[in-house]
C-alpha cells in the first residue's frame, strides 16, 4: 500500500456530536431579551421600501463555557442585497459595535439577526463574516436570529448556530450548516411592568396607552385575581355537582395553595394592621406637613421685603419659619408616642 | 428663542414606543442604584413628542479622570448624572445619532432619559441637563425620569418633564435672587411641568404581542395535569411573558416608609444648610448696611464742616468704592428642596392610598365578618 494515499472528508459537525465531545463552544440555550425583539421588529418596519429584509448585530453576553447565550441587545447594520451580490457595511458594523461597547462594556458580539425566516447563501456568507476570527465571534459561533416578519404571518424567531461546510476553501467561505438551536424569550423582574402596560395596547385601536397610576393597576391587579378566584371557584363547585370532571392533581395543588394561608391570632392581625396603617398615615402626614412649611418659609423669605419692612425682619421671619418646623415636627414626633402608648 | 418657539406649539404630552421603554428599563435597572442617562431620538409632531429611539450615554469611566473635565472627579451618582452635558459624551451623541440615521431612524434630538430611585430626582444636575438640552436645538426636548424602585413595586413610573418658560428665563439671568424671585413670582411649583406620557406600539409589535400566548388561557378546556409536578413545571404557566403581573398586590410598607422618611430628612437638611446661608447673609447684609451708614453720617457731619469753612464738599456717594455688599446666595436650591419635598409628599399620598386599600384588603380577608 502506498504510504500518501488518504481520502480527505470534510464531516460538518452535527449538534449531537458536538454538544457529548468535549467541551464545546457551541450555545446550547440563547435566551433573547424583549427589548432586543422589539428593536428588531422597529428595524424591520423601518426598512427601505425596495429590500426584502435587513440585518443587524446581536449583543448580549455568553456564559463562560459558551454554552448559554443571551442575547440582550441589538443595532441595525446596512446592507443592500441583490440576485447576485451582498453588500454589508462593515466598517459601519465595527464602529457601531466600538460605540455600543462604550456604553455597555459588558456587552460582547454575539451574532446577527434578520427579518427573514430565509437561509440562503448570502445568510451562509454573513454568518461566516460575523463568526470569523479577529473580529468575529471566533471561537464561538456566531449566533443567527431570524425574525420572519411577512405581513398576514406569524412573526416567527428562530436560532442558529453554524458549522463550516464545503470540500475546498472556497466554497467554505460562502457556505455553512445553520443548525436550529432552541430560544426563549425571557424577561427581567423590572421589565415585568412595562411589558405588561405594552400588551395593555395590545387591543386598542390606536396602539397607545396611557401610564397608569399605582391605584388604577391596583385595582386591575385586583379583577384579575378576583377573575381567576372566581374560575377556581366555579370549577371546584362543577367537580362538587358531579358536572366537571375532577383532577387529583389540581385539588393537591389548591390544597397546598389553602394550606399556605397564615394562621394568626385576630389580636395580632389587629395589632399589626393598626402599627402600620399609623406608620403609613403618619409618614403621609409628615411629608405633608414638612412640604406645608418650607412652601411656608420660602414664600415668607421671598415675601417680607414687598411689605416694606427692613432686612432685619426678613431675616427674623425666617428664622421663625424654621422654628416653626422644628416645634411641628416635634409635635409630630409626641403624636406619634401618645398613639403607639394607646396600643 | 427660547420662549418664542415654545409659545408657537407648545408641547402637549409625550408618545414613547415600546422599544424605547424597554431599552430605558434595561439599561436602569442594570447601572441600579448609579442612575443611568441616555439620549432620545424621535420627532415632534405638532404638540405631541414621540420618542422612538434611545441610547445609553456610556457610564463616565473613572479612569479617564487625568484626561477629562472636572465631572469625572466626582462620585459615581453625580458622574452618571453629568453625563448628559459630559463633553465627551456630545461627540458620542453626535456620531451615534449619524450612525442611526443611516438605518433610518428618526435622528433628532428629543430629549434625555435619567433613572432614578424613590422619585429623588430634583436636583442642580437635573436642572442643569434639562436647560442643556431645553437651550439648544429646537427646544422640544423632555427629561424622562425612570422610577426603578417604584418601577418595581409594580406599576411603570416613568414621567417626562420639561422646565417652564418662566423658569428658563430666570435661569438664563441665572438669578434667584430674592428680589427676582418677588418679581418673576416664581415658586417651586412652576420649576418643572410635567407631561402625560403614553407608551405606543408598532403595528408588527402588536402582531407579535398578539401571538404570544396570553395568560390566563381562553376559557375553553384544558387537558388536566397528571401529576403536581407537572403541574409545577408546565412551562405554560410558569414562564409566560404576559402573564397578569400582581406585583403591585405586594404588601411591603415598611421598606418604602423608611426610604421615603429618609429622603424627606436628606431634604430638610437642605432646606437647613440653604436657610442658614440666608440667614447669614442677612445678617452680613445689615452690618455692612450699618457700616456705611456710620460712613455717610460722618460725611455729612465733615461736609457740614467743611461748609461752615467755605470748602468745597466731599462727594457723598464715595462709599460705593469703600464698602462692598455681600452677594445674596442662590436661591434656586431652596427652590429645588422645595420641588424635590413636593414630589415625596405625592408619592407618599399615592402610596398611603394604595397601601390602606391592601392592608383592608388584608384585614378583611384574614378576620371576617370583624371589618368596621
Redesign the interface.
Given at each position: 500500500m502506498g504510504d500518501n494515499n488518504f481520502l480527505h472528508l470534510a464531516r460538518p459537525l452535527a449538534p449531537a456530536a458536538v454538544s457529548a465531545a468535549a467541551p464545546s463552544t457551541a450555545p446550547v440555550s440563547v435566551t433573547v431579551?424583549?427589548?432586543a425583539?422589539?428593536?428588531i421588529?422597529?428595524?424591520?418596519?423601518?426598512?427601505?421600501a425596495e429590500q426584502e429584509r435587513?440585518i443587524?448585530t446581536l449583543l448580549g453576553t455568553r456564559s463562560e463555557d459558551g454554552t448559554e447565550v443571551e442575547i440582550?441587545?441589538c443595532?441595525?447594520?446596512?446592507h443592500t442585497e441583490t440576485a447576485e451580490q451582498v453588500e454589508v457595511?462593515m466598517d459601519?458594523q465595527k464602529?457601531?459595535l466600538e460605540?455600543h461597547l462604550?456604553?455597555?462594556p459588558k456587552e460582547v458580539l454575539i451574532g446577527w439577526y434578520a427579518t427573514s425566516s430565509e437561509l440562503n447563501t448570502f445568510s451562509a456568507l454573513i454568518q461566516n463574516f460575523y463568526s470569523q476570527q479577529g473580529e468575529g465571534t471566533f471561537p464561538h459561533p456566531a449566533v443567527h436570529l431570524t425574525v420572519s416578519?411577512i405581513a398576514g404571518q406569524?412573526?416567527k424567531a428562530d436560532t442558529y448556530i453554524s458549522a463550516p461546510i464545503g470540500v475546498t476553501a472556497e466554497r467554505a467561505a460562502d457556505s455553512c450548516l445553520f443548525i436550529p438551536v432552541p430560544h426563549?424569550?425571557?424577561?427581567?423582574?423590572?421589565?415585568?411592568?412595562?411589558?405588561?402596560?405594552?400588551?395593555g395596547?395590545?387591543d386598542r385601536e390606536d396602539?397607545?396607552?396611557?401610564?397608569?397610576?399605582?391605584?388604577?393597576?391596583?385595582e386591575r391587579?385586583?379583577e384579575?385575581?378576583l377573575?381567576?378566584l372566581e374560575?377556581v371557584s366555579n370549577y371546584v363547585s362543577n367537580v362538587l355537582d358531579e358536572e366537571a370532571?375532577p383532577?387529583s392533581?389540581?385539588g393537591?395543588?389548591l390544597m397546598?395553595t389553602l394550606s399556605l394561608a397564615?394562621k394568626?391570632d385576630?389580636e395580632s392581625?389587629?395589632k399589626d394592621?393598626n402599627n402600620?396603617?399609623q406608620?403609613?398615615?403618619l409618614?403621609?402626614y409628615?411629608?405633608?406637613t414638612?412640604?406645608t412649611q418650607?412652601?411656608l418659609?420660602?414664600r415668607l423669605?421671598?415675601?417680607a421685603?414687598?411689605m416694606g419692612s427692613g432686612?432685619?425682619n426678613?431675616?427674623n421671619a425666617?428664622?421663625k419659619g424654621?422654628r416653626k418646623?422644628r416645634q411641628q415636627n416635634q409635635r409630630q414626633g409626641a403624636g406619634q408616642g401618645g398613639r403607639r402608648g394607646e396600643q | 428663542m427660547a420662549e418664542v418657539s415654545i409659545k408657537d406649539t407648545p408641547l402637549k404630552e409625550v408618545q414613547i414606543e415600546a422599544l424605547c421603554v424597554m431599552r430605558i428599563i434595561k439599561h436602569a435597572t442594570q447601572t441600579f442604584p448609579t442612575p443611568a442617562t441616555g439620549f432620545l431620538t424621535g420627532m415632534d409632531i405638532n404638540s405631541q413628542l414621540q420618542v422612538t429611539n434611545t441610547f445609553p450615554f456610556p457610564a463616565a469611566v473613572p479612569e479617564a479622570s487625568t484626561t477629562q473635565d472636572q465631572y469625572y472627579q466626582a462620585d459615581a451618582a453625580s458622574l452618571a448624572a453629568a453625563a448628559p452635558r459630559a463633553k465627551s459624551n456630545v461627540g458620542y451623541q453626535a456620531e451615534m445619532i449619524k450612525m442611526v440615521k443611516e438605518v433610518n431612524v428618526d435622528a433628532q434630538g428629543v430629549g434625555w432619559y435619567i433613572s432614578t430611585s424613590m422619585g429623588n430626582f430634583v436636583s442642580q444636575n437635573f436642572i442643569e441637563n434639562q436647560f442643556f438640552f431645553q437651550r439648544a436645538a429646537d427646544e422640544k426636548t423632555v427629561a424622562l425620569v425612570f422610577d426603578v424602585s417604584r418601577t418595581s413595586q409594580g406599576s411603570l413610573s416613568l414621567k417626562a418633564y420639561r422646565l417652564s418658560p418662566s423658569f428658563i428665563a430666570a435661569y438664563k439671568e441665572g438669578k434667584f435672587t430674592t428680589e427676582s424671585l418677588q418679581k418673576s413670582n416664581l415658586r417651586y411649583q412652576d420649576i418643572l411641568v410635567e407631561l402625560p406620557v403614553q407608551v405606543h406600539n408598532s403595528h408588527l409589535l402588536t402582531a407579535f404581542l398578539h401571538q404570544i400566548p396570553q395568560q390566563p388561557p381562553q376559557k375553553t378546556a384544558l387537558d388536566f395535569p397528571t401529576s403536581l409536578s407537572e403541574l409545577s413545571h408546565d412551562p405554560n404557566i410558569s414562564s409566560n411573558p404576559l402573564a397578569p403581573n400582581l406585583d403591585s398586590l405586594d404588601l411591603s410598607i415598611d421598606p418604602f416608609l423608611e426610604k421615603t422618611c429618609d429622603l424627606l430628612l436628606d431634604s430638610i437638611e437642605n432646606h437647613q444648610t440653604e436657610q442658614n446661608n440666608a440667614q447669614y447673609y442677612q445678617r452680613s447684609l445689615a452690618r455692612e448696611q450699618a457700616k456705611i451708614q456710620q460712613w455717610q453720617q460722618k460725611r455729612k457731619q465733615e461736609n457740614v464742616l467743611r461748609a461752615q469753612q467755605k470748602q468745597t464738599p466731599l462727594p457723598e456717594d464715595e462709599w460705593q468704592k469703600l464698602f462692598k455688599l455681600p452677594q445674596e446666595p442662590s436661591r434656586l436650591e431652596s427652590l429645588l428642596v422645595g420641588r424635590q419635598v413636593e414630589q415625596y409628599a405625592r408619592q407618599v399620598d399615592g402610596f398611603s392610598a394604595v397601601v390602606s386599600g391592601k392592608m383592608f384588603g388584608v384585614k378583611g380577608n384574614l378576620l371576617p365578618g370583624e371589618l368596621a
Amino acid at each position: 500500500m502506498g504510504d500518501n494515499n488518504f481520502l480527505h472528508l470534510a464531516r460538518p459537525l452535527a449538534p449531537a456530536a458536538v454538544s457529548a465531545a468535549a467541551p464545546s463552544t457551541a450555545p446550547v440555550s440563547v435566551t433573547v431579551q424583549p427589548q432586543a425583539l422589539f428593536s428588531i421588529l422597529d428595524h424591520a418596519s423601518r426598512r427601505p421600501a425596495e429590500q426584502e429584509r435587513v440585518i443587524g448585530t446581536l449583543l448580549g453576553t455568553r456564559s463562560e463555557d459558551g454554552t448559554e447565550v443571551e442575547i440582550r441587545n441589538c443595532y441595525a447594520v446596512p446592507h443592500t442585497e441583490t440576485a447576485e451580490q451582498v453588500e454589508v457595511d462593515m466598517d459601519y458594523q465595527k464602529r457601531m459595535l466600538e460605540l455600543h461597547l462604550k456604553a455597555a462594556p459588558k456587552e460582547v458580539l454575539i451574532g446577527w439577526y434578520a427579518t427573514s425566516s430565509e437561509l440562503n447563501t448570502f445568510s451562509a456568507l454573513i454568518q461566516n463574516f460575523y463568526s470569523q476570527q479577529g473580529e468575529g465571534t471566533f471561537p464561538h459561533p456566531a449566533v443567527h436570529l431570524t425574525v420572519s416578519t411577512i405581513a398576514g404571518q406569524d412573526v416567527k424567531a428562530d436560532t442558529y448556530i453554524s458549522a463550516p461546510i464545503g470540500v475546498t476553501a472556497e466554497r467554505a467561505a460562502d457556505s455553512c450548516l445553520f443548525i436550529p438551536v432552541p430560544h426563549e424569550i425571557k424577561y427581567g423582574e423590572a421589565e415585568k411592568s412595562g411589558l405588561e402596560l405594552i400588551a395593555g395596547a395590545r387591543d386598542r385601536e390606536d396602539r397607545s396607552q396611557l401610564l397608569q397610576t399605582d391605584i388604577e393597576t391596583l385595582e386591575r391587579a385586583i379583577e384579575q385575581v378576583l377573575e381567576m378566584l372566581e374560575r377556581v371557584s366555579n370549577y371546584v363547585s362543577n367537580v362538587l355537582d358531579e358536572e366537571a370532571e375532577p383532577s387529583s392533581a389540581l385539588g393537591q395543588f389548591l390544597m397546598n395553595t389553602l394550606s399556605l394561608a397564615p394562621k394568626v391570632d385576630p389580636e395580632s392581625i389587629e395589632k399589626d394592621f393598626n402599627n402600620h396603617i399609623q406608620d403609613v398615615l403618619l409618614v403621609s402626614y409628615l411629608a405633608n406637613t414638612i412640604r406645608t412649611q418650607i412652601d411656608l418659609s420660602n414664600r415668607l423669605a421671598t415675601a417680607a421685603l414687598t411689605m416694606g419692612s427692613g432686612d432685619g425682619n426678613n431675616a427674623n421671619a425666617e428664622q421663625k419659619g424654621e422654628r416653626k418646623d422644628r416645634q411641628q415636627n416635634q409635635r409630630q414626633g409626641a403624636g406619634q408616642g401618645g398613639r403607639r402608648g394607646e396600643q | 428663542m427660547a420662549e418664542v418657539s415654545i409659545k408657537d406649539t407648545p408641547l402637549k404630552e409625550v408618545q414613547i414606543e415600546a422599544l424605547c421603554v424597554m431599552r430605558i428599563i434595561k439599561h436602569a435597572t442594570q447601572t441600579f442604584p448609579t442612575p443611568a442617562t441616555g439620549f432620545l431620538t424621535g420627532m415632534d409632531i405638532n404638540s405631541q413628542l414621540q420618542v422612538t429611539n434611545t441610547f445609553p450615554f456610556p457610564a463616565a469611566v473613572p479612569e479617564a479622570s487625568t484626561t477629562q473635565d472636572q465631572y469625572y472627579q466626582a462620585d459615581a451618582a453625580s458622574l452618571a448624572a453629568a453625563a448628559p452635558r459630559a463633553k465627551s459624551n456630545v461627540g458620542y451623541q453626535a456620531e451615534m445619532i449619524k450612525m442611526v440615521k443611516e438605518v433610518n431612524v428618526d435622528a433628532q434630538g428629543v430629549g434625555w432619559y435619567i433613572s432614578t430611585s424613590m422619585g429623588n430626582f430634583v436636583s442642580q444636575n437635573f436642572i442643569e441637563n434639562q436647560f442643556f438640552f431645553q437651550r439648544a436645538a429646537d427646544e422640544k426636548t423632555v427629561a424622562l425620569v425612570f422610577d426603578v424602585s417604584r418601577t418595581s413595586q409594580g406599576s411603570l413610573s416613568l414621567k417626562a418633564y420639561r422646565l417652564s418658560p418662566s423658569f428658563i428665563a430666570a435661569y438664563k439671568e441665572g438669578k434667584f435672587t430674592t428680589e427676582s424671585l418677588q418679581k418673576s413670582n416664581l415658586r417651586y411649583q412652576d420649576i418643572l411641568v410635567e407631561l402625560p406620557v403614553q407608551v405606543h406600539n408598532s403595528h408588527l409589535l402588536t402582531a407579535f404581542l398578539h401571538q404570544i400566548p396570553q395568560q390566563p388561557p381562553q376559557k375553553t378546556a384544558l387537558d388536566f395535569p397528571t401529576s403536581l409536578s407537572e403541574l409545577s413545571h408546565d412551562p405554560n404557566i410558569s414562564s409566560n411573558p404576559l402573564a397578569p403581573n400582581l406585583d403591585s398586590l405586594d404588601l411591603s410598607i415598611d421598606p418604602f416608609l423608611e426610604k421615603t422618611c429618609d429622603l424627606l430628612l436628606d431634604s430638610i437638611e437642605n432646606h437647613q444648610t440653604e436657610q442658614n446661608n440666608a440667614q447669614y447673609y442677612q445678617r452680613s447684609l445689615a452690618r455692612e448696611q450699618a457700616k456705611i451708614q456710620q460712613w455717610q453720617q460722618k460725611r455729612k457731619q465733615e461736609n457740614v464742616l467743611r461748609a461752615q469753612q467755605k470748602q468745597t464738599p466731599l462727594p457723598e456717594d464715595e462709599w460705593q468704592k469703600l464698602f462692598k455688599l455681600p452677594q445674596e446666595p442662590s436661591r434656586l436650591e431652596s427652590l429645588l428642596v422645595g420641588r424635590q419635598v413636593e414630589q415625596y409628599a405625592r408619592q407618599v399620598d399615592g402610596f398611603s392610598a394604595v397601601v390602606s386599600g391592601k392592608m383592608f384588603g388584608v384585614k378583611g380577608n384574614l378576620l371576617p365578618g370583624e371589618l368596621a
